[in-house]
């Protein structure tokens, strides 16, 4: 045996690999790999970036990247750790303060925020009450911004003076946006901005005082990752740490839908690309039977053999991954050239890991689907140069198929991070292929029935089909990979994001109304039935918190990092109703009508956070409000959308358990943009109200919607053209035979018409077999995604009964065209190399 040292094998892999650089599955095969990194690495930045730069925007409804709070300030070594990661900082003080008039006293939630407050978002203020809003730097020592409510309420106008504790403020401006009061919904009281150098001197905030005290902090995610790991494990009971998703349910759920939107789309484009890698690795081993033994008769080893036909994948492989990663990264900056009326205005730059993860894709796609067919090669046998009907011993089946199943567990673990999602489509798609194939291969054994009276034409095309039923059955279940991926595409650019769209509507909820008292709750319901159409019930509300579950103080029974944990560091807003809200659905246990008979009042709890406190059906719960213990017991657990923007409770009790306690009423409303002047005398009739808009928030999360549809039609393009590399990778590793089979039937006198009569019969039954496997298991995928991954309403979609004619156009005509070669080679020349 020869044994070539690596360079020397390298060097013959490389020549090798030059001299048959025109080999059409070695295009195809480089063509397949390219997309599938390019798709990747260019959605990999895009998702990333456009990720950041929604993030940005969340964090304005922090007024930071990061925030800290407590009831008591934050430790020194606290300040010092995000100083040293090189974090700006700002410090914000809250507190409730009575705020007095000439005549009346108004309690108001006063923020008191030093020079780097906000450090995302802008204060907005006016000069006069409902006048032009303008953008600017908060208040000055000595001056305070109030809302136009509290003026309205005390009878102020700019320039008067406010007492805040001990210290006097003059009324410099009307306070008209605060960024981080969208994720304070229950906040009861006009706002009132000071400066936090004139804290102390109100002598307001004394020990035992009810405070909240913010530390907001914006940098990059590797300082902000860093100081989250320093200060962590040192939090004290009373801190949190918060960022955008936790600050707002709304925009965290959205971010994390557009994350799996554009994941689930790219995932197409890969998997369409290693079917490719897959049918012309195949190819590319079977044309390379002769060349492995005739290395084998010149000494190399079986494994040298192996290897050399390796080397030559690995560098096709690396040489497209290289390409790909270049063409998806110039790939990201069109797109976002293409956007960037729509995007956020700062965009972080990305990092060089989408273009590392996008190359490993595109690897592991070649050795999942590549390296079995190439298995082969080593144990052709060199007898194999005397006669050619030898062929190499199978791999195992266990081989190819788990290595591919691995790979493409890899691959879609990778891109959606998500293993619900994964082994939705996993599973979803092994079964559709299985059931599917089966069905296939039943429906040839049907037509073979049928081939007797059928004319020469169909003779020709079926007898095709027909010669080698699993190869055709697997072509089959190829293209309709193809189809039924532009199809689950179509479905997401289209019914998926309409439906999102639906439940956020364009006449959602954009006030709410806090406060309203129950004097003037009839009227108040009254005045807000003329503005808007549809608003929501006025929903009673008393603040109360939850200290013990089964006689057991809460505390010893719920851990620090919990979701639970903040709900027992804080009132919540608790409402009691008759009947269960429209846009809640019971999970467990029965509403108040069906429920058993109880010596206890019933509550119902919404479900995750009764997951998060370990409640269950039965358990006793005690709430301590307006100073009394009432105590309760779990009757139900509910399932709560939080992206309707209806007035939403974690805790809903009996009627008859709160009615006698002092209450608030809370409701929410549409309004036209073009009302503001009846928002004015809204809010003018009922100065004790407040209204709280929302409409920002809205407006970013329906940019988001529009900025993911716009990138799931740009990952379509990827979807197009890994599924041309598909349809011609499927072509070309059957055109050998095809070309012999053309040149004998001419040889026998078949004319050019009716060979081209019988590929289009061919390629059309096997486009419409295709489409009708694309139909059945995109609707199975749909129904697994609605069901399991995205919690949608699944019903069927008629017009995938379409995919039957398309696949027959499409695969028809391009499997016209991808045999061409079978027409157009001369039968002497095939002949004679035959």
């Known amino acids: 045996m020869t044994r070539l040292p690596f360079s020397r094998l390298f060097s013959l892999a490389s020549r090798q690999l030059l001299r048959d650089a025109r080999s059409g599955e070695l295009r195809v095969l480089f063509f397949a790999l390219l997309v599938a990194v390019a798709a990747s690495t260019a959605i990999g930045y895009f998702s990333a970036r456009l990720n950041d730069g929604m993030m940005l925007r969340a964090s304005e409804f922090l007024g930071a990247d990061l925030l800290l709070s407590g009831s008591a300030p934050a430790r020194q070594e606290q300040i010092d750790s995000g100083k040293q990661a090189g974090l700006e900082h700002a410090r914000v003080v809250e507190f409730s303060s009575v705020i007095a008039g000439d005549e009346n006293i108004q309690l108001a939630s006063i923020k008191a925020g030093d020079d780097a407050y906000p450090l995302r978002g802008q204060l907005k203020s006016a000069a006069e009450p409902y006048g032009a809003e303008e953008v600017g730097d908060g208040p000055r020592p000595g001056e305070a911004w109030a809302e136009a409510r509290l003026f309205a309420a005390l009878d102020l106008k700019p320039g008067d003076s406010i007492e805040v504790g001990a210290k006097t403020l003059r009324l410099s401006r009307v306070l008209t946006y605060l960024p981080d009061e969208a994720g304070d919904f229950y906040s009861l009281n006009p706002h009132v901005l000071i400066h936090l150098d004139d804290l102390a001197a109100t002598g307001v905030v004394q020990p035992g005082s009810r405070v909240r005290y913010r530390e907001q902090w914006r940098g990059d995610a590797e300082a902000l990752a860093t100081y989250r790991d320093a200060v962590t494990p040192g939090l004290e009971p009373h801190q949190r740490l918060e960022d955008a998703r936790d600050g707002s349910r709304q925009v965290g759920g959205a971010l994390g839908r557009a994350e799996r939107y554009l994941n689930l789309a790219s995932l197409a484009a890969v998997l369409l690309a290693g079917v490719a890698v897959a049918l012309s690795a195949a190819r590319f081993a079977a044309r390379r039977f002769d060349a492995s033994a005739l290395m084998r008769c010149l000494g190399l080893s079986r494994n040298q053999a192996l290897g050399l036909f390796s080397l030559q994948l690995a560098i096709l492989g690396l040489a497209a991954s290289l390409t790909g990663a270049l063409l998806g990264w110039f790939g990201q900056y069109a797109l976002f050239y293409l956007l960037q009326g729509l995007l956020p205005a700062e965009v972080p730059p990305g990092d060089a890991w989408p273009a590392i993860a996008g190359m490993a894709t595109g690897l592991v796609a070649l050795a999942g689907f590549g390296l079995p067919p190439l298995a082969a090669l080593g144990r052709v046998p060199p007898l194999r140069v005397l006669r050619r009907d030898l062929l190499p011993v199978p791999a195992s089946s266990w081989l190819v198929y788990g290595a591919a199943l691995l790979a493409l567990g890899v691959i879609m673990w990778r891109l959606s991070l998500d293993l619900q999602l994964t082994f939705a489509l996993l599973g979803g798609g092994l079964l559709a292929a299985a059931l599917l194939g089966g069905l296939l291969l039943l429906g040839l054994q049907g037509l073979r029935r049928l081939l007797a009276g059928a004319t020469l034409p169909w003779r020709l095309g079926l007898g095709q089909l027909l010669r080698h039923p699993l190869a055709a059955a697997g072509q089959s279940l190829a293209f309709g990979l193809i189809i039924l991926a532009m199809a689950l595409i179509a479905l997401l650019r289209g019914e998926l994001l309409d439906t999102w769209q639906d439940q956020l509507p364009e006449d959602a909820p954009n006030h709410f109304a806090l406060n309203v008292l129950p004097t003037e709750k009839d009227a108040f319901a009254a005045r807000l039935a003329e503005l808007s159409p549809h608003p929501a019930p006025l929903y009673p509300v008393v603040p109360g918190r939850l200290i013990m579950i089964n006689g057991e103080p809460v505390r010893q029974l719920v851990t620090k990092e919990s979701r639970g944990e903040r709900a027992i560091q804080r009132d919540l807003s608790l409402t009691w109703a008759a009947d269960l809200p429209a846009d809640n659905r019971l999970t467990a246990g029965s509403w108040w009508s069906a429920a058993p008979a109880s010596d206890l009042p019933g509550v119902s709890v919404e479900s995750e956070l009764a997951e998060s406190l370990q409640l269950t059906l039965g358990d006793r719960l005690t709430f301590t409000v307006g100073g009394l213990n009432r105590e309760v017991q779990v009757t139900n657990l509910r399932e709560v959308d939080w992206n309707s923007f209806q007035p939403n409770f974690y805790m809903i009790f009996e009627p008859g358990t709160l009615q006698d306690l002092p209450v608030t009423y809370l409701t929410s409303f549409h309004l036209p943009a073009n009302q ?28 988001i919607l529009a900025q993911v549809t716009v990138a799931i039609e740009f990952v379509l393009l990827f979807v197009l053209a890994a599924g041309l590399a598909v349809l011609f990778a499927g072509l070309q590793a059957t055109l050998d035979e095809r070309i012999r089979q053309g040149a004998l039937l001419r040889a026998l006198g078949a004319e050019r018409a009716l060979m081209q009569k019988a590929r289009r019969t061919e390629f059309g039954l096997l ?54 070669r079978a027409l157009n080679a001369s039968p002497l020349t095939v002949l004679r190399e035959g």
């Open 767 to 820: 486009g419409a077999a295709s489409g009708v496997l694309a139909a059945l298991g995109c609707e199975l995928i749909s129904f697994l995604l609605y069901r399991y991954a995205f919690d949608l309403q699944w019903s069927p979609h008629p017009w995938l009964l379409l995919l039957p004619l398309i696949g027959a156009l499409l695969v028809g005509s391009a499997g016209v065209l991808g045999t061409r």
């Open 676 to 703: 503001e002047r009846e928002l004015v005398e809204l809010s003018r009739a009922f100065p004790a109200v407040t209204l709280l808009q929302v409409e920002a928030l809205l407006a970013q999360l329906r940019s």
